[in-house]
């Protein structure tokens, strides 16, 4: 995307992360900005705004991982009553309206602690619902023992992955490159119009 924030990419005429915040905001209770760098860019979202407590040792990301601790760590800090925490990436506009209800069946069906998405049988592991009970031992992961993946890491815990249809468009289609952006806004017209 030629370096520019992803989250404040226009469609349709607001940020990706606008439309990430409509489509999560009814699923969840609270809702926690996970960003690296400058905080203020999102003062106009009136969210908190954690950055990765895990980096590289060249400052740099450790990945998605990394950021689920951040949302860990808040919650257990600011939200005492929460006990998962759910992720959507800024980056996929269209993602299921009920993703997080069939995220916790999953978990209570399988009885397991951790669920993904998927669609067109492939995982989407950052579109997840994560127990805040699992902080600690996500945090000793990525820092003793430096897990990335986020398979690597779920495979530990037992995990369930929830299929969503993919009719009209992929729900979890994401915007990588300025063509995907074209792309979204076109699907965007057709599930609006």
Wanted: hydrophobic letters at 45%; charged letters at 20%.
């Amino acid at each position: 995307m030629g370096g520019c924030d992803k989250a404040l990419v226009e469609l349709a005429g607001r940020p990706l992360l606008a439309h990430a915040i409509a489509r999560a905001t009814p699923q969840v209770s609270r809702l926690v900005i996970n960003a690296n760098g400058d905080p203020a860019r999102f003062d106009a979202f009136g969210l908190p705004v954690v950055a990765d407590s895990v980096t590289e040792d060249d400052g740099g990301s450790a990945g998605p991982l990394a950021g689920v601790l951040a949302g860990m760590e808040w919650a257990a800090a600011h939200a005492a009553d929460c006990r998962w925490i759910a992720t959507f990436p800024t980056d996929a506009p269209f993602f299921p309206a009920d993703l997080v209800p069939q995220l916790a069946d999953a978990t209570a069906n399988e009885n397991v602690m951790l669920a993904c998405a998927e669609s067109r049988g492939r995982r989407h592991p950052v579109f997840g619902l994560w127990p805040v009970d699992l902080q600690a031992d996500l945090r000793r992961s990525l820092v003793e023992d430096r897990v990335r993946k986020v398979e690597s890491w779920t495979a530990r815990h037992g995990l369930a992955c929830v299929s969503f249809p993919a009719s009209v468009v992929d729900p979890f289609f994401n915007i990588n490159r300025p063509d995907d952006v074209n792309a979204a806004a076109e699907i965007f017209t057709k599930l609006n119009s």
